[in-house]
Structures are given as structure tokens and as C-alpha cells.
């Protein structure tokens, strides 16, 4: 009889650096993906490394491809996701024409990235604290999903994406293929 093996645990999907994407003058002029900063280095990243610190911002994938929640259910729209770094809210703001206001605790504000729309111009301010709810006068601001879970019960990867490997995670067809 064959012998079962063991099942093993979920091994949690980390940035890869060796092979995430290219970018910038010495790439072709390459972009990077949706969500993606561009480094100094000319690789793609989705985090402070890529977005917090100087970077080849001409280079960045669409951030001004972004959604504003609905005040009533803060969520984001299908096909977007929150935005969970200052760096990529001071991006998305400077990519949508906004000031970017800063980061801090302001407990009666929506968490993450937001548009404060109370004062004489909108403002992007990056919210620490944990809220989910918006206000009257602040909406959460949406990155378009560049990642997806897969079907747990059939695999599948969403409209747009294809898999990308073991660990059940999807990514755009256009990103795998070079475009973007």
C-alpha cells in the first residue's frame, strides 16, 4: 500500500527580491506593476524599501488608478484594496494631485489611507489607529488589487490573474507577461 505523506502547513507568500520585477531607465523604461514603487535600484516593491524612501516615482505602477470607498460601507471596491503604508498614501496622494498631510493617530477618522475632504482642499492623511469606519467628512482611499486569493475549493484564480506558483496566490496576466 503507498504511504501518505504528511500534509504540511501553508508556507505564507513573502516578497521575493530576486524575482520581483524591474524597473526604471535602466530596464527599458519599465513600470512597475499596480501598488509597486519603483527603488533607487530599479526593482519593483510593495513596501517601505520601494515606497518610503526616494524613489524613481515616474516609474511606480498605477496609483492613480484608485477608488473612493463608500462613505455609508468603508470598503473597497471590487478589484481594489486598502492601502496599509504611509508610503504608499503619501504616493497615492501625490500621484491623484493631493497634498499629503502626514501620519498619526486621529481616533474619530477612518484607518489607513484616507481623503480628508473638511477643510478648503482635500488632504491624504495615513491613519494608524483602527477604525473601519468613515465620516462625513473623510474617505478611505483604494489601491487596485494586484494580488488575489485563489478559490480555496477549486484553485481557480479570479478574472484577470493566473497563477503564480505553489502557494495558491494569483497575480495580473499583464504583470506575468511583461506588461503593465
Known sequence: ?????????????Q???ALAARCGPDHNGAKCAAGRCCSQAGVCGPT????????????DGAFNQFSL????????NTGFQRIR????????????????GGEGK?????????LYLGGKAPVAYFNDTVRPASNGHSQMLCVETDYAASNTE??????????IGWE????????ENGRH
Not at 48 to 59: M, S
Open 168 to 175: 495558491g496566490r494569483c497575480r495580473h496576466a499583464g504583470e
Open 1 to 13: 500500500t503507498p504511504t501518505e505523506l504528511p500534509t504540511l502547513p501553508p508556507v505564507p507568500f
Open 48 to 59: 517601505a524599501p520601494y515606497c518610503d524612501v526616494p524613489h524613481l516615482d515616474q516609474y
Open 69 to 76: 470607498s463608500d462613505p455609508e460601507a468603508p470598503q473597497c
Open 85 to 100: 503604508s504611509a508610503g504608499k498614501c503619501k504616493a497615492a496622494a501625490e500621484k491623484m494631485g493631493q497634498p499629503f
Open 15 to 17: 516578497w521575493d527580491e
Open 106 to 114: 486621529w481616533p474619530l477618522e477612518p484607518s489607513g489611507c484616507h
Open 154 to 163: 477549486t484553485t481557480d484564480c479570479s478574472a484577470g490573474f493566473q497563477r
